[in-house]
């Protein structure tokens, strides 16, 4: 069975500190891994995926994450946080056809001027 | 290219009322799948869509129910509205959703509010 645990519901970071949003998961296969941010009143947008190539990911806005399959962890990290990376995260676990995802419960990420 | 879009954007209903909701993917994108977001449930799959087959359904009643038209738009529909249905409506497009890889890109969502 598929899971996702996001092990913080809130992080609050300074402007230009690093950022560190956990996230576990449990899966059957081989998982597909994604993380997607959630701004007000917005749909989910994509940040970055992992699908068994590199474990370390690049994704948009200097976001990266890195499967480590020894532990079920893909947490995600920025080297310096924006004031525009204010929002909600969620890590996504898929497998199998027809693509279902996932979701975690979400990481609420403050960041304080 | 154009992104997901979903109509209408806002919805108040009362409970026993039914609504349909649509979703328009982006061009070229054959899969369509149906989440519901709540503060006390999160993100949820409803069902997915693909050449205007349900391919994937979640754990949701019968009162949820959807489809897909031959261009890929698809329509999702609730009947008989419960004040829990009250929440924000989803969708998400990919390319063929053959593959865990494919990545899904979402609508705005729809806000429906049920009094």
């Known amino acids: 069975a598929q899971s996702v645990t996001q092990l913080d519901s809130h992080v609050s970071v300074s402007e230009g500190t690093p950022v560190l949003l956990r996230c576990n998961y449990s899966s059957s296969y081989s998982p597909s891994l994604f993380w997607y941010v959630q701004h007000p009143n917005k749909g989910l947008q994509l940040l970055l995926k992992y699908t068994s190539a590199a474990t370390l990911v690049k994704g948009i806005n200097g976001f990266e994450a890195e499967f480590k399959k020894s532990e079920t962890s893909f947490h995600l990290t920025k080297p310096s946080a924006h004031m525009s990376d204010a929002a909600e995260y969620f890590c996504v676990v898929s497998e199998g056809i027809g693509n279902q995802f996932y979701f975690g419960t979400g990481t609420s990420l403050t960041v304080i001027p | 290219k154009a992104g997901v879009t979903q109509t209408p954007r806002y919805l108040i209903k009362t409970r026993g009322q039914q609504v349909t909701l649509s979703c328009s993917p982006i061009s070229g994108h054959r899969s369509v799948s149906w989440y519901q977001q709540t503060p006390g449930q999160g993100l949820q799959f409803l069902f997915e869509y693909f050449s205007e087959t349900q391919r994937n359904k979640g754990n949701f009643p019968g009162r949820f129910s959807g489809r897909q038209f031959s261009n890929s738009r698809s329509e999702m529909n609730v009947s008989t509205l419960e004040l829990g249905d009250s929440a924000l409506y989803l969708c998400?497009?990919?390319?063929?959703?053959?593959?865990?890889?494919?990545?899904?890109?979402f609508g705005p969502g729809t806000r429906l509010t049920v009094l």
């Open positions: 998400a497009s990919s390319t063929q959703g053959a593959s865990a890889a494919d990545t899904q890109y």
